[in-house]
Every structure is written in C-alpha cells, then in structure tokens.
C-alpha cells in the first residue's frame, strides 16, 4: 500500500488526481497540502508519506524538497511544462527529452520551471533512494475552464493568419491525472514529456477552439494588438511569450509512451470536450465566411481605434503621474 502527497492541488488536474488516487486500490492515503504552507507544517504533512507529487508553482520547489528530503518519501513526482524547451524557429518537431532547455528570455514561467528542474535534479542525486520523475506538460485542458497555460500559450491567435500559426498540442486533464497516478504507480525515474499523440496544426486548433470571429492581421499590427489586449484583460498572452504564439514547441511522447502510458483523447478531441458552446460554432462554414469578410475590416477598423484610445489614455496617464 501507497500513501501519497499531493501539493498544490488547487487546478483542475490536481483535484482529478486527487480523485484518480482516491480510486486506486494500492493507495491507502491521499493527502492534500498547499505548497506555500510553512516549512514545518509541510514536513508534518509529509511525515508517514511513501510518495510525493508536486503540481503548484516552480518557485515553490525548493521547500517541497526541504519537506520531502527530511521524511522517509520514496517517490518524488515534479510537473514541469514543455515551455521549458523555448519556442524558435529552429526547433525540431517534435521535441523530445534529450533537447537543451532554451526557455525565451524575459518569460518568467518557463524559467522558474527550468530552475525548478536544475534543483530536482541536484536533489537527486543527494537522494539515491528516492525514484524522481519529471513530467514536462503540455497545456491541460478540461470541460468548463481552462489553465492559464491553455488560455494564453496554447490558445491559437486570432489575430493572426493561419500559415503563421505554430503546430501545437492539447492534453486532456484526465488523461493528464492519469500520467501522474501512472508516475507513482510504476515509480517512474527520470523525465518524461507528458503529451497526447503527435500534434494539431495551428490553423485546425483555432478553428477547434475558437468561439468567435478572427480577424487576421499583418505580423507586426497582430503583436502590437495581442500586447494590449493582454494589458487591457482581453485575452492574448504577456509579450515575453509572444514566441510561444509564433514559434513550434510540440513534444514527442515516446519516452512516457514506454513505460506503459498512453492517452485516451486525441488533441482534437481534448479541445472539442473542452470549448465552450457558441453561436458562430453553430454555423455553416459558408455562412462563417460571409459574415467574416463582411466585419473584418469593421472589425480592425474597430480593434486599431481601441488600441490607439488604449495608448492615448495610458500617455495621459504618465502625464498626470509626472
């Protein structure tokens, strides 16, 4: 029998490992722990513990690993992010573990994973009696909501032409949980990509996952309006992820497929289950493309007046401010 922790288990994949755990006749107890709890209300949590799995925030890791190394755990499970990989134009597809981490400058959420993967490993090898597993996700999607990852990196521009727009993947939170309750069961040692079966064209993704209009802009119009709809709350990702949204990242799932995990959804289906229901969905595709040509120039029109007021308003701001 199995005891298991769990941190940072407040995301739609913690709360269905939690439940997958629950259900395995092998696991005597699953408890739940915040990863930014003190150091020794985390040891206390750890104490009488065979397993860990940690899902919170990267920069978390070093005192999940204190609590961890000071108990008698066995099984160490960390989830990091493909972002790790970077987004370039020279990247093969797919990516697979052997690759060098080249997280893009500035984005902080790639770098933390990757500094987080740095210290599970010198943990490692200070602990030659602890089986490590490392899981590099791709963006988990599940039905009624989505992770920041999803919605920012793994969400297909619509601002931009479809030839421009990166392959990209799409991992259900169920099969996502499964990996991770699979990582414990079969103590999995060293790091795997956690992907579904190959991967979607950006173009397909968008069309899957959209719920309205696009409206395709020329490459540097479409930055400057992502920029600001982020800033402004309206979807779009940081600039410092833009390569993300330009550049391919998917990974290859082989190494994990191996050791006897497989997935159940394809990338297509992860995102069908997952999209909310829209009107523009419900319509025939001619109809789509009849009313896309008619309000596209209305549409960028409209989107460059809201960027330029946006500015505007943002100068007079650090005028006032001065």
Do not use: C
């Not at 940690?54 to 961890?68: E, K, N, P, R, S």
């Not at 309006?225 to 391919?248: D, F, K, N, Q, T």
């Not at 994990?256 to 297509?268: I, K, M, Q, Y």
């Not at 319509?283 to 960027?307: H, N």
């Amino acid at each position: 029998m199995v005891s298991v922790v769990v941190s940072g288990a407040q995301g739609r994949t913690g709360h269905r490992l939690v439940a997958a755990l629950e259900r395995e006749p092998d696991v005597e107890r699953v408890t739940v722990v915040e990863a930014t709890a003190p150091a020794a209300d985390l040891k206390a949590a750890f104490e009488g513990h065979d397993a860990v799995v940690h899902l919170g925030a990267a920069t978390a890791i070093g005192a999940v690993l204190d609590a961890a190394g000071s108990t008698a755990v066995k099984v160490f499970v960390y989830r990091s992010s493909a972002t790790v990989y970077g987004a370039w134009s020279d990247n093969p597809v797919p990516l697979t573990e052997d690759v060098a981490l080249r997280p893009n400058p500035g984005f902080s959420f790639a770098i933390e994973h990757a500094e987080a993967e740095r210290r599970v490993a010198e943990w490692r090898d200070d602990h030659p009696g602890v089986t490590v597993a490392v899981l590099r996700t791709v963006p988990v999607v599940a039905s009624g909501g989505e992770s920041w990852e999803s919605a920012t990196l793994g969400r297909p521009s619509s601002l931009r032409r479809g030839e421009a727009l990166p392959p990209t993947q799409f991992l259900d939170v169920d099969d996502a949980a499964a990996a991770f309750v699979h990582a414990v069961r079969q103590r999995l040692d060293g790091t795997f990509n956690l992907a579904p079966d190959g991967h979607v064209s950006g173009e397909t993704a968008r069309a899957l996952a959209s719920s309205g209009l696009t409206l395709p802009l020329p490459e540097r119009a479409a930055a400057l309006a992502e920029r600001w709809a982020w800033r402004l709350g309206w979807g779009g990702a940081p600039s410092a992820a833009a390569p993300y949204l330009v550049h391919p990242w998917v990974v290859a799932n082989d190494r994990l497929a191996a050791t006897g995990w497989s997935p159940v959804h394809t990338n297509e289906e992860a995102l069908v289950a997952a999209r909310e229901g829209s009107w523009w969905r419900e319509l025939s595709p001619k109809r789509r493309q009849e009313l896309a040509l008619g309000t596209v120039g209305v549409g960028t029109v409209g989107l460059t007046v809201a960027i330029v007021a946006a500015v505007r308003a943002a100068r007079r701001r650090a005028a006032a401010r001065v």
